[in-house]
């Protein structure tokens, strides 16, 4: 796994810094005019002997560009019928009145080819108005890691016309399920943002539940039921060790890596009352960060590692707090109506998703840290536990349906949304899902 | 036309007011139901009990995000207490559960809060607390899969296991 991710050289041929740009898109607010877009199809280079693998690596590449772009919300990619010219000659200089003639605003031209078992992927940029190439890129890797070099272009294209990091070369940690409702057989499951490439981590012999990556390496730390004891555990996805949190009599719930990576926050129930501790995975040292009869869980850090946010029922019912790092300074964040729960820290750093409960209905919603602002993005029947993208614009969580008495009718199901509350998109997974957590950026 | 256009409305307006009436009647009886088998938010029903000896009922339940014992679950405990006290070889696991609806996290705490409100009790009563383990499940082992009042309370609860 590790060489194949780590394969990928980056050449730069040309980096437009000087152009002008007229195109630029504007991701704060609802994106009701996506930016039409042309995704050509890479042009396959002939000379290449694996000539029919690299037709279909040149076109399932802009495949996926295509598809990251529409499911972005902020692109409305073109028919591919509609394009008037080839991709080879597109690609060494578009004639761009024929490109503004199917009114596209942007194109992306490229061409691929395949030598001594290495890939080769060029892409440019181009802005129609303006005329002019704002970017070109070029990769070279092992030709089984295409879909990666698809997420990575996406990723500059994204930066270069919004002003922003991407999140399109990233993967997401989730809880596949399957079997009746009250017998529910879970595994840890992985897969790239768009769907492809799921693997499973776990066999289902035990339940296991809330994945969370580790923001700077492979790690995930997740609870698991091994042998009846409810424990958090730690798992590097690459070399499929794993090991039990830290030495507690009891149950460990909740996991999740500070902001560094170096220590898992969670809670621990003990004799009836959950508090919050802390384990640095170093030194392995234990520390307790909350201390009240009540319970305290769904801890999460800043990004700057400074303050915390978690939820906690001692003023009766479920609401969110935020302290200090080191447990001092607690304050209850949410007055609004109803309960509130599973709270999350941006990346950026200036708002908290969260769950909330209201008479009857499920919401996800964003609020500042000091809980002014907020918004509620989305209503339904059940839905919690939001993760966010690492860039801080999109929100993955998971939604269950109502059921008979035989649990009929029952489904899990990943859906994200925008910050906006636009773009709402159910993520297909190959079995029910839940319990959803996004990776950082794999390159940056 | 405009009067085989009215006839129509009208056939359809009773038959719509057959089938609602014929709803109605059967919507009230199941609340008539669940209002006998649930008092305040507590199941009080028997459907999903199982015994652990003649007489001695092997779960209590609780009431939307509390963990309180109620008079009926106080008295299934003492009956516990009581088999267990005659039962000295026997020991046992507390297993505390949450309804679908509450976040994953907070429920897990909430069923470990239950299953040691119930061992607390049993404790009380001389049960030694090395007999008793307890194991929250939170709501991911539902005794009834339905989403409704009935279904949740039934699902609110902690059930006494032998665990040897």
């Known amino acids: 796994m590790k060489n194949i991710l780590f394969l990928i050289f980056l050449f ?136 990666r070099v698809a997420h990575i272009i996406t990723d500059k294209i994204y930066k270069r016309l919004t002003g922003e990091e991407g999140y399109f070369d990233t993967r997401i940690i989730y809880v596949a399920e399957k079997g009746p409702k009250n017998q529910r057989i879970k595994r840890l499951a992985i897969m790239d943002q768009d769907g492809a490439n799921t693997k499973y981590l776990t066999l289902g012999n035990e339940l296991v539940l809330t994945p969370r990556f580790n923001p700077t390496n492979q790690m995930v730390t997740y609870m698991s039921y091994f042998r009846n004891l409810p424990r958090v555990y730690l798992l590097d996805i690459e070399t499929g060790v794993q090991e039990v949190v830290g030495d507690f009599a009891g149950m460990t719930f909740a996991p999740r890596f500070s902001p560094d990576g170096k220590k898992i926050i969670m809670s621990f129930a003990k004799d009836g009352n959950s508090d919050i501790f802390t384990m640095d ?164 | 036309m405009l009067l085989r256009y009215s006839l129509r409305n009208i056939l359809l307006i009773i038959m719509a007011a057959l089938i609602l009436s014929a709803c109605a009647a059967k919507t009230t009886k199941k609340i008539e139901t669940q209002t006998t088998q649930i008092t305040g938010d507590t199941y009080t029903g028997d459907e999903t009990v199982k015994y652990l000896a003649t007489g001695v009922p092997d779960r209590v339940f609780f009431a939307t995000n509390k963990s309180v014992l109620t008079t009926a679950s106080r008295d299934t405990l003492r009956k516990q207490a009581a088999w267990l006290r005659e039962n000295k070889s026997i020991n046992v696991t507390v297993e505390g559960h949450a309804d679908e609806r509450g976040t994953r996290e907070y429920n897990l705490a909430l069923g470990e809060r239950r299953a040691n409100a119930a061992k607390d009790y049993l404790m009380t009563y001389g049960i030694s607390g090395n007999r008793i383990s307890t194991i929250s499940y939170g709501k991911e082992r539902p005794v009834n899969s339905g989403s409704g009042p009935l279904a949740w309370s039934q699902n609110r609860r902690s059930v006494t296991v032998k665990a040897n």
């Open chain 1, 281 to 444: 995975l170093e030194t392995r040292v234990v520390e307790r960060i909350t201390e009240h009869p009540a319970i305290d869980t769904s801890p999460s850090y800043s990004p700057d590692g400074k303050y915390i946010c978690f939820n906690s029922d001692r003023s009766g019912y479920q609401q969110i707090y935020v302290m200090r790092s080191d447990g001092s300074d607690v304050k209850r964040i949410t007055f609004g109506q109803g309960i509130y729960g599973t709270p999350v820290w941006s990346p950026r750093g200036d708002l908290i998703a969260f769950t909330k409960m209201y008479q009857g209905k499920f919401y996800i919603g964003v609020m500042r840290t000091d809980g002014s602002g907020e918004r509620l993005l989305t209503e339904n029947y059940y839905q919690e536990a939001p993760s966010w993208s690492p860039n801080g614009r999109v929100l993955i969580f998971y939604r269950e349906t109502k059921s008979g008495s035989q649990g009929e009718g029952f489904s899990a199901t990943l859906w994200s949304i925008d910050l906006t509350g636009y773009n709402e998109r159910l993520i297909e997974t190959l079995t029910d899902a839940s319990d959803p957590s996004w990776s950082s950026l794999l390159s940056k």
């Open chain 1, 12 to 147: 730069v041929v040309f980096f437009a810094k000087s152009t002008f740009a007229l195109i630029e898109i504007d991701i704060t607010r609802g994106n009701l005019n996506p930016l039409p877009i042309a995704v050509s199809p890479l042009h396959v280079e002939s000379k290449s002997s694996e000539i029919l693998q690299e037709i279909k690596v040149g076109s399932e590449i802009s495949k996926i560009i295509e598809n990251n772009l529409l499911r972005s919300g902020l692109f409305n990619p073109l028919e591919k019928d509609s394009f008037v010219q080839k991709p080879d000659i597109a690609h060494l200089k578009p004639r761009f009145e024929d490109w503004k003639l199917i009114k596209a605003q942007a194109l992306i031209t490229g061409k691929v080819n395949i030598t001594n078992d290495k890939l080769r992927i060029e892409f440019r940029l181009w802005d129609i108005l303006a005329a002019k190439e704002l970017m070109a890129l070029a990769f070279t890797t092992v030709p089984n890691n295409w879909r």
